[in-house]
T-cell receptor, first 115, second 114 residues
Framework: DTAVSQTPKYLVTQMGNDKSIKCEQN?????MYWYKQDSKKFLKIMFS???????INETVPNRFSPKSPDKAHLNLHINSLELGDSAVYFC??????????????FGPGTRLTVL | AQSVTQLGSHVSVSEGALVLLRCNYS??????LFWYVQYPNQGLQLLLK??????LVKGINGFEAEFKKSETSFHLTKPSAHMSDAAEYFC????????????FGTGTRLQVML
């Protein structure tokens, strides 16, 4: 069974569209994250949820809205997509919160291409 | 604030040679340190982590790293490189606290040659 899964794996869309990426973890972790990896492979955290509560919200355009319906799911909705949103988006989970030192398990990534 | 610096965006070694990937960190409080590996078109996989226990940490696939506070370093090593080790390697740091976050270095691409 996949520990952290994301759908879709690839997403190609036009500028201005709205899209969602879904993430699920079956590890029983209480903290989930979204990271963005740009074309130069640089990884940066976007959001973190602990027990469905937003605890980290980096400087991300408000076109990006995360939603955590329960501890096992963290979805990312993006409005009015722009060319600069093209990247690989990784979901991750850990136990005990971002600062607990718990190992973070990453999903396989969603490659978003905005045309 | 916390940060990591990975020296060398590309490292090439021959198969069987020593692998040394460098990472220096900056943190105002005791850090947690991690090494992740990313194979082409895949997600990140944890290699090893340091969380204030033993300073020499052993990870998967024969990798290990040593935490040296005096040098603020956490270099990754493997005695003998294998072709399957070719990948992108990321060093990362976080600190304790609810709002702490994992901060990644810019990555080092390891190439292994025959």
């Amino acid at each position: 069974d996949t520990a952290v899964s994301q759908t879709p794996k690839y997403l190609v869309t036009q500028m201005g569209n709205d899209k969602s990426i879904k993430c699920e973890q079956n590890l029983g972790h209480d903290t989930m994250y979204w990271y963005k990896q740009d074309s130069k492979k640089f990884l940066k955290i976007m959001f973190s949820y602990n027990n469905k509560e937003l605890i980290i919200n980096e400087t991300v355009p408000n076109r990006f809205s995360p939603k955590s319906p329960d501890k096992a799911h963290l979805n990312l909705h993006i409005n009015s997509l722009e060319l600069g949103d093209s990247a690989v988006y990784f979901c991750a989970s850990s136990q005990g919160g971002p600062g607990s030192g718990g190992s973070k398990f990453f999903g396989p990534g969603t490659r978003l291409t905005v045309l | 604030a916390q940060s990591v610096t990975q020296l060398g965006s590309h490292v090439s070694v021959s198969e069987g040679a020593l692998v040394l990937l460098r990472c220096n960190y900056s943190s105002s409080v005791p850090p947690y340190l991690f090494w992740y590996v990313q194979y082409p078109n895949q997600g990140l996989q944890l290699l090893l982590k340091y969380t204030s226990a033993a300073t020499l940490v052993k990870g998967i696939n024969g990798f290990e790293a040593e935490f040296k506070k005096s040098e603020t370093s956490f270099h990754l090593t493997k005695p003998s490189a294998h072709m399957s080790d070719a990948a992108e390697y990321f060093c990362a740091v976080s600190t304790a606290g609810t709002a702490s976050k994992l901060t990644f270095g810019t990555g080092t691409r390891l190439q292994v040659m025959l």
